[in-house]
Each structure stands twice: as structure tokens, then as C-alpha cells.
């Protein structure tokens, strides 16, 4: 079974605080992603990777950055967080190429105060 | 741009019904095409995936078809059970990245 875990299920920050979502997946994946999702906007991609220290745009980067120095984890990273970055933030990954099928890990609530 | 409509938003239905849950997308250039299903509160769950070159695909109770050139596809459900209750995603492969549906909340009542 592919498995992609996140590191909180749960998490509260302070805005301008710097916030680290981690991504770990056991299935040898060459593509990792980060969603966002939020209430009748749906899932929106902010970064993906497909390759070990390679990281490509989204349609939503703006105020955050990512990390893969290991192919088994993606780290996402809101550099001064704010309120407008309270959302769901959903993990997948994925074999490499278009055709292959995402698996997503547990999500993360944040919650920006 | 690729856009993706599900149809209903919502559904209610009894317990043993059969249905259908509707997806449809503007650009027939796709690589494959993905359903999930969502429980409140959770991550996505992987039910089916069609390559672009399949008609359909099967799980157990759950069979979902593809037609390119109308642009839809169908996740039928048979014999629903309130365990079924949940929000249904379609997700297309396009060129680089997967675009989600606006989602099928679901719920079925014992």
C-alpha cells in the first residue's frame, strides 16, 4: 500500500510566523505535489516536484516555497504566514510522468490567528 | 484552459440505491482521468483511474467510464451504502498537473 504521511494533522500559527509542512511518502515516488484546498475554490496546486532538488510553479506559489533534498520528502514552507493562508493543505505523490495515478496523504489543518 | 464540472453538487439517496455521479471537462486532451472520494475533514482517497486510451474501469461496486470526445465521465455506484457518504472528486491529468472538479457531496441515509 503507497503511503504519504503528513507531519500534523493539526496546526496554529501566529501570522509572520515561519511555518514548516512536512511531506513524507515509502513508495519510491519520483513526483511530489502540494495542494491547497479551501471552501468553493477546491484543490489548487501551489508547487510540485518531479525530482530530487527540481521544484516547478503552480497556479498559487505566491508566499510559500518548498524543499526536496530527499526523494521521500517534500517540504512546504510559509516564509511569514498570514491569515489568508488558513486552509487545508493536502501532500500527494505519484510515479513519474503524466499517466500515473496521485495518492494523497491525511492533509494538514492550519489555522493562521 | 481546462475546466471541470461535477453534476449534482449535492445528493441524498437510500440506502441500496444505484447512481451516478457526473464530470465534465472542456479540453479532450487529457493523459488520464482520476476519481477520489473526501471524507470531512480528511485526505483524498484514490478509487479509479482511466488512461486517456480506456473506456471504463471497475471496483467492486464502483464502475467508472470515460468518453473523451463529449467530454464525460461517470462514476456509477451500485447498491449504495451509508458507508458510501462522502464528497466525490474527479481529477483530470492534463499537461503537467491534475485539475479538480468542484465535487459531489453525497450522502446516503439507512
Known amino acids: 500500500d503507497v503511503k504519504v504521511t503528513q507531519s500534523s494533522r493539526y496546526l496554529v500559527k501566529r501570522t509572520g510566523e515561519k511555518v514548516f509542512l512536512e511531506c513524507v511518502q515509502d513508495?519510491?515516488?519520483?513526483?511530489m505535489f502540494w495542494y491547497r484546498q479551501d471552501p468553493g475554490l477546491g484543490l489548487r496546486l501551489i508547487y510540485f516536484?518531479?525530482?530530487?532538488?527540481?521544484?516547478e510553479k503552480g497556479d498559487i506559489p505566491e508566499g510559500y516555497s518548498v524543499s526536496r533534498e530527499k526523494k521521500e520528502r517534500f517540504s512546504l514552507i510559509l516564509e511569514s504566514a498570514s491569515t489568508n493562508q488558513t486552509s487545508m493543505y493536502l501532500c500527494?505523490?505519484?510515479?513519474?510522468?503524466?499517466?500515473?495515478?496521485?495518492?494523497f496523504g491525511p492533509g494538514t489543518r492550519l489555522t493562521v490567528t | 484552459k481546462q475546466e471541470v464540472t461535477q453534476i449534482p453538487a449535492a445528493l441524498s439517496v437510500p440506502e441500496g440505491e444505484n447512481l451516478v455521479l457526473n464530470c465534465s471537462f472542456t479540453?479532450?486532451?487529457?493523459?488520464?482521468l482520476q476519481w477520489f472520494r473526501q471524507d470531512p475533514g480528511k485526505g483524498l482517497t484514490s478509487l479509479l483511474l482511466i488512461q486517456s486510451s480506456q473506456r471504463e474501469q471497475t471496483s467492486g461496486r464502483l464502475n467508472a467510464s470515460l468518453d473523451k470526445s463529449s467530454g464525460r465521465s461517470t462514476l456509477y455506484i451500485a447498491a449504495s451504502q451509508p458507508g458510501d457518504s462522502a464528497t466525490y472528486l474527479c481529477?483530470?491529468?492534463?499537461?503537467?498537473?491534475?485539475?479538480f472538479g468542484t465535487g459531489t457531496r453525497l450522502l446516503v441515509s439507512p
Open positions: 500527494a505523490s505519484s510515479l513519474s510522468g503524466r499517466a500515473h495515478e496521485q495518492y
Open positions: 516536484s518531479y525530482d530530487v532538488k527540481m521544484k
Open positions: 513508495m519510491d515516488h519520483e513526483n
Open positions: 479540453d479532450s486532451a487529457i493523459y488520464n
Open positions: 481529477a483530470l491529468t492534463g499537461f503537467q498537473k491534475l485539475v
